[in-house]
């Protein structure tokens, strides 16, 4: 029997020093799909890697060794041992696997509790399976009643109204550092989604200067434009970091932007005037050894949880409504998974019927001698409304004990009763002359 699996890590139990190293980019993503869904027993599966999580939705037969492939293939991957990370992955399997990806994308999981960019993260990722070719029936389904389910709890809930973004919070974080910023220089390193978020806390709290580097020289030149900041490429920076007073990374970048060596000068130009470096991006965008050093003060994603915790308070009320929302579909899709026991059972009686009845249809034209279509498409009709009749019930009562322990009592039952298990034969009408003669007699 099919089961819904979900394997992970997330920055609940993980600090970011491991997060990043376990990361998969986008390509990775579609790389290795294909490879874990051919080298396992995995029906189907889906990665979704952000900054604060690294989960694996599968369907498998066996979840046991399933759990054990996927960890298996993690380590390998990130060359990690497996019994590294061991203390660190959560599973869900089956009702809680279905909860789990429908708290995920409407952001009930996430550090920032109504958070709009983990759903574009989670639909990107399906995107990027589906292009693999790696999801099915059932992974279909799910991640179409998780976007709906999303949708659902942003438009009928306040959970996204007062949303603070990791970006906020970390401009929360310097505003206690600093009690003015008319007359404070920042860095912005990184122009995608964060990065903006960023730059536009940073106008709202008065900065007086804002820099803003990215490799993609355009896109800075453009947000600085509208924010009536300075765009500069990446080669750049450490020319303006020593004239920083905040510094802060958000990009996709797998190596370190900003090492001990970048500030032991920029200090020195600044006379040991402090710096704020405050850094979103996972994999980490600056050198976490640079903490070492006087008058500079480094925060991580992971330090920007206190923050987060006063806003994931202010909204429980609108998070309990947001829970009833998906439990109500997890009950929803669940009915749907339990039909799928029955629905085999329920096509295959549905073909043999109808085998038998184009077979005996077959042979009353021939003994009638019909040559009107009109006629011969009434017999035909009258045939089909016959064997819809007659299945009616055992399909409806199939489907109300498909999510009960009857369903395999009833599916058993069917099979036996009606032979499914072997095919049916077709005989010709000569061999079958005693059937159609008592059928033409009566």
């Known amino acids: 029997m099919l089961s819904i699996l979900t394997l992970g890590i997330s920055y609940k139990e993980t600090p970011v020093e491991l997060r990043e190293r376990l990361v998969f980019s986008d390509r990775d993503t579609a790389e290795v799909l294909p490879k874990l869904i051919k080298n396992t027993n995995i029906e189907e599966c889906i990665i979704l890697s952000t900054c604060n999580r690294i989960e694996i939705y599968a369907v498998t037969e066996d979840v046991e060794n399933a759990i054990n492939q996927i960890k298996q293939f993690i380590a390998e991957f990130h060359n990690i041992d497996v019994e590294q990370l061991s203390s660190h ?5 089956g009702v809680e696997a279905i909860r789990h990806i429908f708290r995920v994308a409407s952001s009930l999981d996430s550090m920032v509790v109504g958070e709009p960019q983990i759903l574009g993260q989670v639909k990107e990722s399906y995107k990027i399976a589906t ?3 790696t999801t099915g029936l059932i992974l279909n389904k799910l991640f179409h009643s998780t976007f709906f389910a999303a949708k659902k709890v942003r438009s009928e809930t306040g959970i996204g109204s007062q949303a603070v973004s990791i970006s906020y919070a970390a401009v929360e974080l310097a505003k206690r550092i600093f009690d003015d910023f008319t007359n404070r220089t920042a860095v912005l390193i990184g122009s995608g989604e964060m990065g903006e978020l960023a730059a536009r806390n940073l106008i709202n709290v008065g900065i007086n200067e804002l820099i803003i580097a990215s490799r ?5 030149r453009i947000l600085a434009q509208n924010l009536n900041g300075k765009a500069v490429g990446m080669e750049e920076i450490y020319y303006h ?3 920083a007073d905040i510094i802060i990374t958000a990009t996709d970048s797998l190596e370190y ?3 001990p060596i970048h500030l032991k000068e920029a200090l020195n130009i600044r006379k040991n005037e402090p710096i704020f470096l405050i850094d979103i991006a996972v994999p980490r965008n600056i050198d976490p050894r640079i903490e070492e050093l006087e008058n500079v003060y480094l925060y991580d994603i992971d330090d920007l949880n206190g923050i987060l915790d006063e806003n994931i308070k202010s909204r429980k009320q609108n998070a309990r409504k947001a829970e009833e929302i998906i439990n109500h579909r997890v009950i929803q899709f669940s009915n749907w998974l ?3 026991k029955v629905f085999p059972a ?3 009686l549905k073909n043999r019927f109808e085998l038998i009845k184009n077979q005996e249809v077959v042979k009353a034209f021939r003994k009638l001698d019909l040559q009107d279509s009109n006629q011969r498409e009434i017999v035909e009709n009258m045939a089909s409304a016959i064997i819809s009749k007659l299945l009616h019930s055992p399909f409806s ?5 498909s999510s009960t322990y009857a369903s395999s009592v009833y599916v058993d039952t069917i099979t036996k009763l009606f032979d499914l298990q072997t095919k049916l034969t077709l005989v010709d009408d000569e061999s079958d002359e005693q059937p159609s003669q008592d059928w033409n007699k009566g």
């Open 89 to 93: 992955y959560y599973s869900f399997i």
């Open 131 to 133: 292009k693999a070719d």
């Open 216 to 220: 993609n020289i355009e896109n800075a």
């Open 241 to 243: 970091i020593n004239h």
């Open 257 to 259: 932007i900003i090492k």
């Open 338 to 340: 339990e039909e799928l």
């Open 346 to 348: 329920i096509v295959e």
């Open 397 to 401: 009562n199939l489907k109300k004990q």
